[in-house]
């Protein structure tokens, strides 16, 4: 059973830059992972996508040229470079993996089976 350990949220001012990291219990070489974000009041949304090996990234339209996913699997990390912040990402971000024979470029959380905890983002 894998867990996912969320890091790195916070305050910040618009404009200003953040790092999310999530921490995975177990080797993660072979899952596809993803970050989704949650604002209140809203539903959950896709943000970004890796391949288990790197690459094959998507991007939600709202934060592409400004955020950057990517992975550590020597680490067992993932990790979401967040640039340009603006009042309206602010959010719970989530990370989550799924284990399969390929990989899952999907930015619907029905298609992940791990996830973490959370991680509150605040721009303001």
């Known amino acids: 059973h894998v867990q996912l350990v969320e890091s790195g949220g916070g305050l910040v001012q618009p404009g200003g830059s953040l790092t999310l990291s999530c921490a995975a219990s177990?080797?993660?070489?072979?899952?596809?992972m993803a970050w989704f974000r949650q604002a209140p009041g809203k539903e959950r949304e896709g943000v970004t996508n890796?391949?288990?090996?790197?690459?094959?990234?998507f991007y939600v339209d709202s934060v592409k040229g400004r955020f950057t996913i990517s992975r550590d699997n020597a680490k067992n990390t993932l990790y979401l470079q967040m640039n340009s912040l603006r009042p309206e990402d602010t959010a719970m971000y989530y990370c989550?993996?799924?284990?399969?024979?390929?990989?899952?470029?999907?930015?619907?959380?029905?298609?992940?089976?791990?996830w973490g905890q959370g991680t509150q983002v605040t721009v303001s």
């Open positions: 177990g080797d993660m070489t072979s899952y596809s």
């Open positions: 989550a993996a799924v284990l399969r024979g390929y990989c899952v470029t999907s930015l619907r959380s029905i298609a992940y089976n791990y």
């Open positions: 890796i391949c288990p090996r790197g690459g094959g990234s």
